[in-house]
């Protein structure tokens, strides 16, 4: 059974920092697999953040957090990352983990696995 947990969610002033992690257990995550962040404010649909290929050699961002924003991996932990810097009261949301295995996919219709989500809430 695989399963992502996030974790790292909370509330935080505008221009801070938060680090988000996903875990993944239930299965090693290969190298062709992508590990996505998306992300749903309240009354909103489920929006594409972030991608990484395991392999490192792809990454992706939407162009609201370029720049702000940076995903990572750990192979070893079976584990990405999500480093959030700059935060904006719109960044306000709940984020969720997912997985593709086997192929690059930034599509939130395309993802095998999801986490349940950490909140983020970034006051002003």
């Known amino acids: 059974q695989v399963q992502l947990a996030e974790s790292g969610g909370g509330l935080v002033q505008a221009g801070g920092s938060l680090r988000l992690s996903c875990a993944a257990s239930?299965?090693?995550?290969?190298?062709?697999?992508?590990m996505d962040w998306f992300r749903q404010a309240p009354g909103k649909e489920r929006e594409f953040v972030a991608a990484?290929?395991?392999?490192?050699?792809?990454?992706a961002y939407a162009d609201s957090v370029k720049g702000r924003f940076t995903i990572s991996r750990d192979k070893d932990e079976n584990t990405v990352y999500l480093q959030m810097n700059s935060l904006k009261p719109e960044d306000t949301a709940v984020y969720y983990c997912?997985?593709?295995?086997?192929?690059?996919?930034?599509?939130?219709?395309?993802?095998?696995?999801w986490g349940k989500g950490t909140l983020v809430t970034v006051s002003s």
């Open positions: 990484i290929r395991w392999n490192g050699f792809n990454t």
């Open positions: 239930g299965r090693t995550i290969s190298w062709l697999d992508t």
């Open positions: 997912a997985a593709k295995w086997g192929s690059w996919s930034l599509d939130t219709s395309d993802m095998d696995y």
